[in-house]
């Protein structure tokens, strides 16, 4: 009876050693999931205001938010999978920052009315600002997945700690 109550209490203790693991590897990809729901809902909110405004130019934060679904399918698996690729946010990213980019630069034409009709000329200003913010935050992005498919980031060193603490007990 006794060494069945080990061999419970062994199983357990696995068992939590082992989900602790997936869990703080599931962490390692926390600040992607925060910052692509952030460019969703910046495309959602951005496709009401178009919807509003009866523009044809609604397509483009509409795809937006389609090219993220990807990314969000590719971090719920990481909670299983451990693989330090990210080949959908890496192309998610990109296309965001080049999609910011042209924006940014149709901020200087014309063309402003079309995408930001809600915006008076004044509002031009916090746009521009957030396009490059959302250009730097692509960046940044860009440079954790290299980090993390290179197996560079400090959050691994953290994990490989973690690890050899629980190998110990």
């Not at 602790?20 to 959602?44: D, G």
């Not at 795809?63 to 698996?77: D, G, N, S």
């Not at 992005?141 to 690890?163: A, C, F, G, P, S």
């Amino acid at each position: 009876m006794a060494k069945n109550k080990k061999q419970e209490q062994k199983r357990i203790e696995e068992q939590r050693k082992k989900q602790s693991r997936e869990t703080m590897s599931f962490n390692r990809f926390l600040l992607f999931r925060y910052v692509a729901a952030f460019f969703f809902f910046l495309n959602l909110y951005w496709l009401v205001l178009l919807i509003q405004g009866h523009q044809l130019t609604l397509l483009l934060p509409l795809l937006l938010m389609v090219a993220v679904l990807p990314v969000v399918w590719e971090h719920f698996k990481k909670l299983h999978n451990s693989s330090n690729e990210l080949p959908y946010s890496k192309i998610y990213f990109w296309i965001q920052l080049g999609v910011n980019f042209a924006l940014l630069l149709i901020c200087m034409t014309p063309l402003f009315a079309n995408f930001y009709p809600f915006m008076s000329v004044r509002g031009k200003t916090l746009i521009i600002t957030m396009l490059i913010l959302g250009i730097l935050l692509c960046l940044f992005m860009e440079r954790r997945v290299n980090l993390i498919e290179h197996d560079r980031d400090r959050y691994l060193k953290t994990m490989q700690e973690y690890n050899d603490a629980l190998n110990k007990k």
